[in-house]
């Protein structure tokens, strides 16, 4: 089993930033990807960022510019820098570890932008 706890939601203006960080531990060897979904209300989950083990990055359109996906593998822990922030970034974010192919996710953390 992978555990993952999630850090770093909370309210911020439009325009400013957070940084949610995501710690892996358990199973954590054979990991091909870990990175963050998130869900506003009435919406489905979607991919914003994801780091691959190789180094490799995708981000949604939505995010690309201002979202910044990094993992520091001696913590085995990923980080989303946040930057520009928009009330439409509100949602529950979600750390999601892909290890053998399968998904493991965590609690969720809220953000919260307001105009």
């Known amino acids: 089993q992978v555990r993952l706890v999630e850090s770093g939601g909370g309210l911020v203006q439009a325009g400013g930033s957070l940084r949610l960080s995501c710690a892996a531990s358990?199973?954590?060897?054979?990991?091909?990807?870990m990175g963050w979904y998130r869900q506003a209300p009435g919406k489905q989950r979607e991919l914003i960022a994801r780091?691959?083990?190789?180094?490799?990055?995708n981000y949604a359109d939505s995010v690309k510019g201002r979202f910044t996906v990094s993992r520091d593998n001696t913590k085995n822990t990923v980080y989303l820098q946040m930057n520009s922030l928009k009330p439409e970034d509100t949602a529950v974010y979600y750390c999601?570890?892909?290890?053998?192919?399968?998904?493991?996710w965590g609690q969720g953390t809220q953000v919260t932008v307001s105009s």
């Open positions: 999601n570890v892909l290890r053998d192919w399968n998904n493991y």
């Open positions: 358990g199973i954590i060897f054979s990991i091909n990807a």
């Open positions: 780091i691959f083990s190789g180094g490799g990055t």
